[in-house]
């Protein structure tokens, strides 16, 4: 009961700072995908045929995917300032509290901001005219990428030193996921040799599970089974990065 405790006192500081912010976020949360759904969903989608419904159906998915890969990654890039520059960690490092109760506090901010940020573009899709099917295995697909990409957020907050190589994250890592993992396209489509390697990559599995639920298709265990063990490796080298700091 002291760990749960632990947990939400943390979670509930990031909650707090939130929802002083949340019109701003949900505002500011609007303008990518509005963008996306214009150009790309009733623009350059007016004359891409796709098997299964509209381009847009298509797209949505993926936009889902990638919005909660970005927001949850960013969600986690505050911890390295704490760290590296306001050197403010110490407290929770100091603090008489489950050590592992940060991470976890930190994650669970992430993931709800993803669902809200997720939950605005459903929104925004349904307006622009998109079919979806919903169920609690799409919200759980959703739940699991936030979570993955909010543990690797953290991981590189707790390995990079400088805010430029922070930044340089984006740019070599989430920016090629960003186009390559099936999000506007399918991975399909690219040549074998770079198919295989955007297959190994996570985002690509959350893309074809969260449009294959979308269209009420069957769940692929596979792509299920490297999600949670990205999310399980993810867990035990934050785990570990951040208990080193506390040795």
């Known amino acids: 009961m002291q760990k749960l405790y632990d947990i939400w006192t943390v979670f509930w500081r990031d909650w707090l700072v939130l929802r002083r912010r949340l019109a701003k976020f949900i505002l500011s949360r609007m303008v990518a995908p509005i963008l996306y759904l214009v150009a790309f969903g009733w623009g350059l989608g007016r004359s891409i045929q796709v098997t299964g419904g509209t381009y847009l159906d298509f797209l949505v998915p993926g936009i889902i995917a990638l919005n909660s890969m970005n ?7 505050p911890v390295h300032a704490e760290r590296v520059y306001h050197k403010s960690l110490e407290e929770y490092i100091l603090a008489p509290i489950w050590p592992d109760a940060f991470v976890i506090g930190k994650c669970l901010a992430a993931i709800l901001r993803g669902l809200i940020s997720s939950a605005i573009i459903l929104v925004l899709a349904y307006a622009f005219g ?16 936030c979570l993955i990409f909010a543990e690797i957020g953290f991981i590189a ?49 959350t893309s074809y599970l969260l449009r294959g639920l979308g269209q009420g298709e069957s769940v692929a265990l596979g792509s299920v089974g490297v999600l949670l063990a990205y999310a399980v490796g993810g867990w035990l080298l934050g785990r570990r990065l951040f208990r080193g700091l506390t040795k």
């Open 71 to 77: 927001i949850s990654f960013n969600s986690l890039t």
């Open 130 to 145: 998109a079919h979806l099917t919903l169920s609690p295995l799409f919200l759980a697909v959703l739940i699991l990428n």
């Open 157 to 205: 907050a707790m390995k990079i030193d400088t805010f430029e190589e922070m930044s340089q994250v984006n740019t070599y890592i989430l920016l090629p996921m960003s186009f390559l993992c099936g999000t506007f396209f399918s991975a399909h489509a690219l040549p074998t040799a770079v198919r295989y390697l955007i297959e190994l990559l996570p985002l690509t599995h």
